[in-house]
Nanobody
Framework: QVQPVESGGGLVQVGGSLRLSCGLS????????MGWFRQAPGKEREFVAA????????YYGDSMKGRFAISRDNSANTVYLQMNSLKLEDTAVYYC??????????????????WGQGTQVTVSS
């Protein structure tokens, strides 16, 4: 069974940086488009970033552009989310998601059929 597993969450101050990692078990990693979503308390889950199977193209949610960077290492079966200039509103549970081949809508959570358990990111002042 294909299963993403996130790591790297934690507590960070406003303006700080954090890197999340996500490994994928049970499948051929390079077959999967990988994405990150987040959900803050009381809010709907929102799109953060996605990366193509080869890693040559990346897509971002509007509020993440210029601050977050998604990358992947297919030899290590891992996708990363580098988060810089963190804000209080970045506090959320961050989920890694996978979809075999490619989605028609990179930002739609309905396109991804494998989800991790989530990792908490808390930005404090």
């Amino acid at each position: 069974q294909v299963q993403p597993v996130e790591s790297g969450g934690g507590l960070v101050q406003v303006g700080g940086s954090l890197r999340l990692s996500c490994g994928l078990s049970g499948g051929t990693f390079s077959d999967y488009t990988m994405g990150w979503f987040r959900q803050a308390p009381g809010k709907e889950r929102e799109f953060v970033a996605a990366i193509t199977r080869s890693g040559t193209a990346q897509y971002y949610g509007d509020s993440m552009k210029g601050r977050f960077a998604i990358s992947r290492d297919n030899s290590a079966n891992t996708v990363y989310l580098q988060m810089n200039s963190l804000k209080l509103e970045d506090t959320a549970v961050y989920y890694c998601a996978a979809r075999r081949w490619f989605p028609t809508d990179w930002s739609s959570q309905r396109e991804y059929n494998h989800w991790g358990q989530g990792t908490q990111v808390t930005v404090s002042s």
